[in-house]
């Protein structure tokens, strides 16, 4: 385990959770770069998360969950909503970049013997 990994995901949570608890359109990403955004955002802290646990399916798992848990959080913000393709971007994002890192380690691995 990495803390250094887990406090960067730590921080970087805090500063999703931040910006979705700004009101309305207050950070104004127009569709559909907007899923594109959700993707990295999601896919940097599948990233932090997998370097922080070497747990690539528990690393996906946290962001989802905590992607849903921020869709949900944006229910009780004025002009905020559920966005369902939203919390979808932040899944694909996290699985893209998790599935491409225990790719990647098991390549090194092989290289390595």
Do not use: C
Request: aromatic fraction near 14%; hydrophobic fraction near 50%.
């Amino acid at each position: 385990m990495n803390r250094a990994y887990l406090l960067l995901a730590g921080l970087h949570m805090a500063l999703i959770f931040w910006f979705s608890a700004q009101p309305g359109e207050s950070v104004g990403i127009p569709p559909p770069w907007d899923k594109l955004v959700h993707a990295g955002v999601y896919g940097l802290l599948g990233y932090l998360l997998v370097q922080g646990t070497g747990r690539p399916f528990f690393a996906w798992s946290l962001s989802v969950l905590y992607g849903l848990s921020d869709e949900v959080h944006q229910l009780f913000v004025p002009g905020r909503v559920f966005d369902l393709g939203d919390w979808l971007a932040d899944a694909g994002g996290a699985g893209v970049v998790v599935l491409a890192w225990g790719l990647l380690s098991r390549r090194r691995v092989r290289l390595q013997r």
